[in-house]
């Protein structure tokens, strides 16, 4: 098609309907005479130039224009910062949320799936959805650095990413898997609701895990641990500190023997806030594997941006798993005292089991121990007959090696294992010990742990007994 274009300025408006209007010229002035138009020419240039101004304002907007990918009539939630904690941090059911944005091809292609995922969930689990490029704030809370994002929410804990295949099928699976773990933690009294209570009776405040740090204490409980500190240098003044209060109670309350939360008091501990060239407040540390070199906490100060900082740091900063032998009343003080569950192993004598088969043992205590590095336990070992004492208050010994307790120093309470010492046996074990176990009995006091020499790693010598004669014997 061609356009005739003489003169200027001249419209070209391009219709759907027709192809292209008349072209529209308006000739200048020519001095002494008077421009006129007919009726007809004026209605034409009147109705063109409203094709046109259409035509602009759309190119300007960018039309057609996507503000959001789920309508009011959408089976999927639709989450803002208004309704954001009550819908998903408060709810007391599993809640997957995608964090989108508009333009992301991607989410356009997803929509579909997560409206479909939404109505077969609809009952058992939440699906929403929130818009990442209008609500940027609440997006980097979470660390949202691509789209589109699909996170888990499940009740009182930090929410994980989902990482399968974007379809129906995986996605409900994977939600009702949450669920099933939801069920369990509530058979077994462990899970509650969002982070509201959902009863009309008050409760009593909880005490806050965060430990309170000092110039006396600092070095002692932080510089010279093995685990990894998170630090808040506040100042009772300062608002933002007043503000991350509530925030930083929670998170430490819920990485409470995971991660060590602590605060400083800026006012009262000067040499502290100098050492660490605190300038603001609040300032948090990460006080990982080097100790002397801290590194600051950028992200998000809520709870839940804490806790999810606070775990990735734990695979990155965890030393590798340890299964120490329980040679003396330290070992036992050490490992088993403080731990939520220790895990204690009897190995069988190194005369019946060699070097070798020792060593096969401890290896899979050592892969187990890396499957719960998470979480408080502990694991120790001893060789058969070498603490009879808490043989015998947990009932092992004679034949029975190699044998396997769960003991709650703090609780007086142990639970053998009852089935074969092996690897998914004892990986259940620990599973089912860490919900609260099953056949628990009581340990009659505090065992009586004795000193011993550790392994020294080589197989055991037979000792040989003298000859001796039958008949120098008889003799005698």
């Known amino acids: 098609m061609t356009i005739g274009v003489h003169t200027w300025p001249t419209v070209c408006p391009f219709l759907a309907a027709s192809g292209l209007c008349d072209c529209i010229t308006t000739p200048r002035k020519q001095s002494g005479r008077r421009e ?17 101004l259409l035509f602009v304002s759309l190119i300007v907007s960018g039309a057609p224009s996507t503000t959001a990918l789920y309508g009011p009539s959408s089976p999927v939630l639709q989450l803002t910062p208004s309704n954001f904690k ?58 949202i650095q691509g789209f589109p994002t699909i996170k888990v929410f499940y009740p009182g804990k930090p929410p994980i990413d989902y990482q399968g ?12 898997k949450q669920i099933k773990s939801l069920l369990k933690d509530r058979l077994d009294g462990k899970a509650t609701g969002g982070s509201s209570s959902s009863s009309g009776e008050s409760k009593k405040e909880e005490k806050s895990a965060s430990v309170e740090l000092n110039s006396r204490n600092f070095e002692e409980l932080v510089l010279k641990s093995k685990e990894l500190w998170i630090v808040e240098f506040f100042a009772p003044w300062c608002g933002h500190c007043k503000r991350l209060a509530p925030e930083w109670k929670k998170a430490s309350n819920n990485l ?30 990460v006080f990982g594997a080097d100790k002397e070199s801290p590194y600051p906490y950028e992200g998000a100060r809520t709870a839940t941006g804490i806790e999810s900082f606070a775990l990735e740091q734990l695979d ?44 096969k043992l401890i290896d899979m205590l050592l892969s187990v121990a890396e499957k719960f590095k998470r979480s408080p336990y502990s694991f120790v070992w001893a060789a ?40 998914d046996h004892v990986v259940e074990f620990v599973k089912e010990a860490g919900r609260g176990g099953k056949g628990n009995l009581p340990l009659g006091s505090n065992p009586e742990i004795v000193q011993t020499a550790p392994w ?17 014997l008889m003799a005698e």
């Open 36 to 52: 006129s138009k007919t009726k007809e020419e004026r209605e034409r240039m009147r109705g063109c130039s409203v094709f046109f």
């Open 86 to 143: 009550s819908k998903v941090l408060d709810s007391n059911r599993v809640v997957l949320v995608e964090f989108f944005a508009p333009w992301c091809g991607h989410c356009q292609a997803l929509t579909p799936t997560w409206e479909k995922a939404a109505t077969v969930l609809k009952g058992v689990a939440t699906v929403a959805a929130l818009d990442a490029d209008a609500h940027k704030a609440l997006a980097q809370e979470y660390g």
């Open 165 to 176: 295949q974007r379809d129906v099928k995986p996605i409900a699976e994977f939600a009702l």
């Open 256 to 285: 409470k023997g995971k991660v060590k939360l602590g605060h400083v008091d800026c006012d009262a501990e000067k040499s502290l806030m100098s050492r660490y060239n605190v300038k603001g407040f609040p300032t948090i540390l």
């Open 316 to 359: 990155t900063n965890a030393p590798p798993p340890e299964v120490s032998e329980l040679t003396g009343s330290d070992v036992m003080e050490e490992k088993c005292a403080s731990a939520a569950i220790c895990f204690v192993a009897f190995l069988p004598d190194i005369l019946d089991s060699k070097a070798e088969g020792r060593n």
């Open 384 to 423: 058969a007959g070498k603490q009879p004492n808490l043989e015998q208050q947990v009932g092992v010994g004679g034949y029975g090696y190699p044998a396997l307790v769960a003991l709650n120093v703090k609780k007086g309470a142990y639970a053998p294992l009852r089935s074969a010492f092996e690897l």
């Open 456 to 472: 020294d790693g080589k197989d055991g010598q037979v000792l040989e007994e003298d000859e001796f004669s039958l008949e120098e």
